[in-house]
């Protein structure tokens, strides 16, 4: 057991990854708050780790909104006594490139994705520097490190969460806080089959899975081993780094000329 007796703040923790890394906290010993703006999928994902026999609780709270966030960060101390990790998942996904979004599209991408990161991390870590340390992993994107086309405002909030994660490892390394990052490429959630529903689309598809060296998609769960890496003491010595899950998406140029020409 990994994060044995830990407690833990998910956001977004009612789908996708958020829900994997709740129910992969669990199983390695953490308590773990259940927090996400969706009261349904947040009580599912509760449903699902009490299914296995361990209790915790739900938590409503837009990350976006400071007052929330501070009620989280509270009910989860006074349920616990005390907050060890948090992880800053929840986020939302928008298109368009500069002519496209709206200036509210954007507003509300930065707010959820990049001051909600902001904003749980300031309130977590008041609480981590009280009872002698912590851990904060925050999910960004593969699109934070590179351009994408069609995806201004996320791609910009994910960066914006890689150099957050920089600054605030800098900042509280001597609070014994360490603050990491990872960054998924394609991963099966609910977030990712919205953005493209690849059903009867099987060129796209194809092209898609072209861009990763593995030649398929991640699971929830692949990103979910990574967080409770970072989260245990397994990485006690790293502070302030990002770790890619991408199924090689980022090493390099991964079509192959002969895979598209179909010799193989
Ligand atoms: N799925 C992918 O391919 C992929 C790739 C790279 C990065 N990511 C990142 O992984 C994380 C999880 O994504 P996912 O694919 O599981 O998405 P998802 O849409 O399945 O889950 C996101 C969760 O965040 C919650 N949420 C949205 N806005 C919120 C708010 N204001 N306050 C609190 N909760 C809010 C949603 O209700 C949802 O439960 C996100 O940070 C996303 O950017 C996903």
Redesign the pocket.
Known sequence: MKLKDKVAIV??A?????RAIALEFVKEGAWVLVS???HS?GEETVKMIRGQGKETSFFP????QAEEVQKMVSAAVERYKKLDILVN?????TMGDSQMITEEVWDKTIA?NLT?TFLCSKYAIAEMKNSGGGVIVN?A??EGLSGFSNQLAYSAS?GGVINVTKCLAIDHARDNIRVNSIC????E????TGYVDLEGLEPIKKHMLMQHAMRRFGK?EEVARVAVFLASEDSSYITGTNLIVDGGWMCGKNLDPAEILGWK
Do not use: C, E, L, R
């Open positions: 956001t977004g009612g789908s996708g990854i958020g996400d703006v969706d999928g709270a837009d990350v976006s998942n929840a986020a939302i996904n959820v909600g999910i994107s593969v994910k998924p490429a394609d991963i959630t609910p977030m990712f929830p």
